[in-house]
């Protein structure tokens, strides 16, 4: 991962709101051979005791649940919104361009749900994504039950603790003011993916520079 403090989100509520708010999961992981393996899924947040914990839902019939079943080591990615940033907005714009991004990683090992927590699963998932609406002909306790003993064989449900968790929140941190305003007037203009990067980078514009305070280009590699 891309290892620069500076493009680092430091309290662990930014990086749970994010995970939030971006809950379609790239997940990879590998045979015992080596041979890859990647699917993407919704995915749910669950704290327990201080720890952090993923569940999801993955078809038995896949390569990757057999890979998984072999070797329980998985990295799940969290990406939002990217965008192309030109070097042509720097004040200095005799540099390289690049691209800024928003993404989350977590590390840890697969374990497989019994029956009856696939169950329960089940129900907080198309509850959480149903908006709570318990009325919902889809939520898991609508479903006919010819649906349900067809669909539950054919799906495993998983939990992954996380071991490692890292973050990189690349949103031109390392440019002066002037550059940074001039940055965020552009994706604005840009729409789309860039004006959501701009959305952030604003956020995070009182932090970086303060008023009356003095911008250090030290803190930054170039």
């Not at 709101?17 to 790239?26: G, H, K, S």
């Not at 393996?37 to 993955?58: F, K, M």
């Amino acid at each position: 991962m891309y290892n620069f403090s500076y493009f680092k989100a430091k309290d662990k509520k930014t990086i749970l709101d994010f995970i939030e708010e971006n809950p379609f999961a790239f997940m990879s992981g590998s045979f015992l051979t080596g041979i890859p393996v990647a699917t993407q899924i919704p995915v749910l947040l669950v704290e327990r005791n201080g720890e952090l914990y993923l569940q999801g839902h993955i078809m038995r019939n896949t390569d990757h649940f057999k890979a998984f079943a072999e070797n329980p080591n998985a990295l799940l990615v969290f990406t939002g919104p990217s965008c192309y940033v030109s070097a042509s907005w720097y004040s200095n714009p005799q540099s390289g361009s690049t691209w800024n991004y928003m993404s989350v990683h977590i590390a840890g090992k697969v374990t497989f749900m019994s029956d009856e927590e696939l169950i329960q699963f089940m129900r907080k998932l198309t509850l959480t994504f149903e908006k709570g609406n318990t009325q919902s002909l889809t939520y898991y306790d609508n479903l006919p039950d010819h649906y349900v003993s067809k669909l539950m064989p054919a799906i495993a449900g998983f939990e992954i603790k996380a071991e490692k968790i890292e973050n990189v929140f690349k949103l031109s941190q390392n440019r002066d003011e002037k550059s940074y305003l001039n940055i965020i007037s552009k994706l604005e203009a840009l729409g789309g993916n860039s004006a959501h990067i701009a959305a952030e980078m604003k956020k995070r514009k009182t932090e970086l520079f303060p008023v009356g305070g003095d911008w250090d280009a030290s803190k930054f590699d170039s």
